[in-house]
T-cell receptor, first 113, second 113 residues
């Protein structure tokens, strides 16, 4: 059972435009959500997170939106830069110890110059 | 700034052999996690330590897999009698007591021939 799902395997945008990456989850016990970025041959790099008590968190060019009723979150990157080209993973946590992260399948973002 | 390190970065082994991977977490992090990632998928949780205590194991961690963190610092993941299905990227992550923001190492890529 895929509890965290990223339905778009890939996304291509022009430099300077907005990139919107989407993520859906099914487990209502999830209460903390994270986005990671991964370059080839490297481990995932933490990008931004959001608690379920908020609906928006912003850090520079990156903003994460959470819609709890729809069990949906999105990552907005504005403006997109070629260096943002990477695989983006959505992850969620919610077990009592806060230990395991459950990841989506990832979305390959390509930002074209 | 010393991040999470993993050794070796690549391992090729024949089916039936045993392999051991090492993870050195960020020094002040008391939590350590192991994940496995296969092509086209997000990382999947394997196990988690708080200090030297192994607190959680996924059902993915068959009895051929064993993980240790003997002094609450580095950790090892051993796979006995490797199978071709064990071929994957093995990722280690660490965090402080604020559990959700896990920081990943570069991974060990295992190929079983």
């Amino acid at each position: 059972d895929q509890q965290v799902k990223q339905n778009s395997p890939s996304l291509s945008v022009q430099e300077g435009r907005i990139s919107i990456l989407n993520c859906d989850y099914t487990n209502s016990m999830f209460d903390y959500f994270l986005w990671y970025k991964k370059y080839p041959a490297e481990g995932p790099t933490f990008l931004i997170s959001i608690s379920s008590i908020k609906d928006k968190n912003e850090d520079g060019r990156f903003t994460v939106f959470l819609n709890k009723s729809a069990k949906h979150l999105s990552l907005h990157i504005v403006p997109s830069q070629p260096g943002d080209s990477a695989v983006y993973f959505c992850a969620a946590s919610g077990d009592p110890s806060g230990s395991r992260l459950t990841f989506g399948e990832g979305t390959q973002l390509t930002v074209n110059p | 700034d010393t991040g999470v390190s993993q050794n070796p970065r690549h391992k090729i082994t024949k089916r039936g052999q045993n392999v051991t991977f090492r993870c050195d977490p960020i020094s002040e992090h008391n939590r350590l996690y192991w994940y496995r990632q296969t092509l086209g998928q997000g990382p999947e949780f394997l196990t988690y330590f708080q200090n030297e205590a192994q607190l959680e194991k996924s059902r993915l961690l068959s009895d051929r897999f064993s993980a240790e963190r003997p002094k609450g610092s580095f950790s090892t993941l051993e796979i006995q009698r490797t199978e071709q299905g064990d071929s994957a990227m093995y990722l280690c992550a660490s965090s402080t007591a604020s559990p959700y923001e896990q920081y990943f190492g570069p991974g060990t890529r295992l190929t079983v021939t």
